[in-house]
């Protein structure tokens, strides 16, 4: 493809999606595709010629879109939202464009320093600790995602609690990890690649609004250590999964500092709140940590993938991950006055992820983002006002923020009738979960474009077919 071409398609390509976002609304939110049924649209063989590029364009609208659940529908309420935004998609394709691989300062000097500077930026920003600050002690990073961010915590704890010995003779299985019923999977997928093991990961009970009991963590610490265990790592949730449920910090970091346990905070999507002081009671205790991950790509307008990861020693860090064989082997790095990205992550090579959202920031400003954060929670939280006017239904956990768990008071069977019905409509995506073993509908607002009108009508299409259901 020459420039010209590429130019040409280029502009063809950025109209496509500025029409896909304009005309967003009229597809169904959840893909009706069928199993296998993309699949069997595609040819069986690869073309033996190169095809022209309108063709190959012209498949995304015939091929593609089919099966795609629009996740930037402002109709898209489940799960957690993982919003987009057109300065992020643009820094994107600049990323793409640059095509540079960040593995070490020196493959591309503005890829590490521009990160390490965004992430500055967010630590005032979410008014996290200094001690994340790379001029301070600690620094950030960008991963993948939340669950590689949290598994590097992980091994950075189990290195530090073993005196860096684990990565040398692996895991004895005394390593213990603790974290509440309620946590996110990605700890328990950590915990088995880390090799601390499952049945060495506590799942410590939570109260009636499923916030972990900083009191059962301390019994379960203490009953450990009198077994000769070596509690290693302690993962706190600001905003759960299932509930958005925040979990006490100050007392649960208190109780990591007492023991010299590593304190890790998971706030992968409730993170973004903190760019509004009114919400970071939230974060209350975030002082104690000794890593905290949040997700731009959930929240913060900055499409996935893209997950800001903080420590406040890099050091503990840096010596579990680094490995220098000869081929990376540079005077930048030797001289130690930069930072190389490969040394805070899993994989080697990394994207120029920092662009987005340098770009975000930008376009939006702070009190943009603070905007749109604060018309979410009050979307959510009207939202919330109507179920508890409507005596069919319920609220069934708290609401801090931008999520809502209700649910219908005739029982599972119709609230997954319900679900199923409103789903399969294409008017909306909703999700479910269980709390205290009951089917719980999930209301998440978080899509860049989501007005009051669409939880409007969310709630009338709910209240409709639950009329059905019943
Ligand atoms: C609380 C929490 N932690 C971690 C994750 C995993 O995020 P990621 O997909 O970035 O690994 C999620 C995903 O929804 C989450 O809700």
């Not at 593995?103 to 996290?128: F, I």
């Not at 700890?187 to 609004?209: F, Q, S």
């Not at 890593?291 to 579990?320: E, G």
Request: net charge neutral; hydrophobic share 40%; with cysteine.
């Amino acid at each position: 493809m020459t420039p010209d071409e590429f130019r040409r398609h280029g502009h063809a390509v950025v109209d496509w999606i500025a029409d896909y976002y304009a005309r967003i609304e009229s597809y169904p939110v959840l893909s009706r595709a069928k199993p296998g049924q993309i699949r069997a649209s595609l040819p069986a063989n690869p073309p033996a010629r190169g095809e022209t590029f309108d063709a190959i364009l012209g498949d995304i609208e015939k091929l593609i879109v089919p099966g795609i659940t629009h996740w930037q529908s402002p109709s898209f309420f489940a799960f957690f939202c993982a919003n987009a935004s057109g300065p992020a998609i643009l820094g994107d394709l600049l990323s793409s464009g640059l095509g540079v691989q960040g593995m070490l300062w020196a493959t591309s000097p503005a890829c590490t320093e521009l990160e390490t500077h965004v992430l500055d930026w967010l630590v005032g920003m979410l008014a996290l600790p200094e001690k994340f600050l790379s001029t301070s002690t600690g620094g950030g990073v960008i991963q993948d995602t939340a669950s590689s961010a949290s598994l590097c915590a992980l091994l950075a704890a189990r290195e530090r609690a073993t005196n860096y010995a684990s990565n040398r003779r692996g895991c004895d299985g005394k390593l213990v990890a603790y974290t509440s019923t309620q946590t996110h999977s990605s700890i328990e997928k950590d915990i088995r690649i880390a090799g601390v093991g499952l049945d060495n990961l506590r799942l410590i009970e939570v109260d009636e609004n499923f916030a972990m009991r900083p009191g059962a963590l301390a019994q379960q610490i203490a009953a450990d250590r009198r077994a000769g265990l070596t509690p290693c790592f302690v993962c706190a949730t600001i905003g759960t999964t299932s509930s958005n449920a925040i979990d006490p910090l100050s007392e649960i970091g208190r109780i990591c500092r007492e023991n010299n346990i590593w304190f890790h905070v998971d706030a992968a999507m409730s993170g973004t709140a903190a760019l509004c002081p009114e919400f970071r009671h939230t974060h209350a205790g975030v002082e104690f940590a000794d890593s905290y991950v949040f997700n731009p790509h959930k929240w913060m307008f900055t499409n996935v993938d893209c997950s800001c990861f903080f420590v406040a020693d890099r050091k503990a860090l840096i010596q579990t991950l680094s490995v220098l064989p000869e081929y990376l082997r540079n005077q930048a790095t030797e001289s130690g006055a930069v930072i190389d990205y490969r040394d805070w992550q899993v994989p080697l090579g990394r994207r120029f992820r920092a662009l987005k959202l340098w770009f975000v920031i930008r376009h939006y400003g702070v009190e943009g983002l603070q905007h749109h954060i604060r018309r979410h929670v009050e979307l959510a939280q009207q939202f919330a006002d109507w179920v508890k006017a409507d005596n069919r239904f319920e609220l069934a956990a708290p609401v801090p923020l931008n999520l809502v768990c209700f649910r219908h008071k005739g029982g599972d069977e119709v609230n997954q009738g319900l679900m199923d019905r409103l789903n399969r409509s294409g008017d909306l995506y909703l999700t479910h979960t269980k709390l205290a073993n009951r089917t719980t509908l999930r209301l998440c607002v978080g899509q860049t474009n989501t007005e009051a009108r669409h939880v409007e009508r969310a709630w009338k299409r709910i209240q409709e077919e639950a009329t059905r259901v019943a």
